[in-house]
């Protein structure tokens, strides 16, 4: 089961940022969190992950509350190539696979 | 070069025949995957191999077999195909299966295949 909770649609306006926020109240010391989106009829693709510092790379930035417990994606100036759903996942610890549990995601429209 | 390349990408067959989709992945990765998105778009792993070795087999009917010739394959063969096996199959790579660096677990995806069981 995924161990991550997502509002299931947001709307943007084009060139205003897009805040995307995730709750993972069960996360554990040890697990990451990571960001993926899938544009349609593509596969997924990886945004960014992080524990517990804030990150930033080219395409998006992660905020991480203090306790773990919730995370923010941050995409600065959504574009209509932004639309996507967007995936918050956190990862199962390695001695049980290190697997990636996909959850429903947030359906992102970025409109004109 | 596609970095993570699935055969077919849409593939139309009859209940009860056999099919395999094939992998390859170019990235020198250790650990290859086969999720199964149905038509409510949910996403689900279904096998990890690491270097060749089944690492994660999920509660998947026997009918599905995974086969890893080498690291950079990654086959799914279906046998007796059902009407709910219908689902886009993709397939994914990462350079470790989970210990060590969180980078190390990025998971590249295919473009996916599309199985449409009649």
């Known amino acids: 089961d995924a161990k991550t909770t997502q509002p299931p649609s947001m709307d943007c306006a084009e060139g205003r940022a897009a805040n995307l926020p995730c709750n993972h109240s069960t996360i554990s010391g040890n697990e990451y969190v990571y960001w993926y989106r899938q544009i349609h009829s593509q596969g997924p693709q990886y945004i960014i992950h992080g524990l517990k510092n804030n990150e930033t790379n080219e395409m998006a930035s992660l905020i991480i509350t203090e306790d773990r417990k919730s995370s923010t994606l941050i995409l600065p100036h959504a574009t209509l190539r932004d639309t996507a759903v967007y995936y918050c996942?956190?990862?199962?610890?390695?001695?049980?696979?290190?697997?990636?549990?996909f959850g429903q995601g947030t359906e992102l429209s970025v409109k004109p | 070069d596609t970095a993570v390349s699935q055969t077919p990408k849409y593939l139309v067959t009859q209940m009860g025949n056999d099919k395999s989709i094939k992998c390859e992945q170019n990235l020198g990765h250790d650990t290859m995957y086969w999720y199964k998105q149905d038509s409510k778009k949910f996403l689900k792993i279904m096998f990890s191999?690491?270097?060749?070795?089944?690492?994660i087999n999920e509660t998947v009917p026997n009918r599905f077999s995974p086969k890893s010739p080498d690291k950079a394959h990654l086959n799914l063969h279906i046998n007796s195909l059902e009407l709910g096996d219908s689902a886009v199959y993709f397939c994914?790579?990462?350079?470790?299966?989970?210990?060590?660096?969180?980078?190390?677990?990025?998971?590249?995806f295919g473009a996916g295949s599309r199985l449409t069981v009649l």
């Open positions: 996942i956190v990862r199962v610890a390695w001695n049980q696979g290190g697997k990636l549990i």
């Open positions: 994914a790579s990462s350079q470790v299966a989970g210990q060590g660096a969180s980078g190390a677990n990025v998971l590249t």
């Open positions: 191999y690491n270097n060749k070795e089944l690492i």
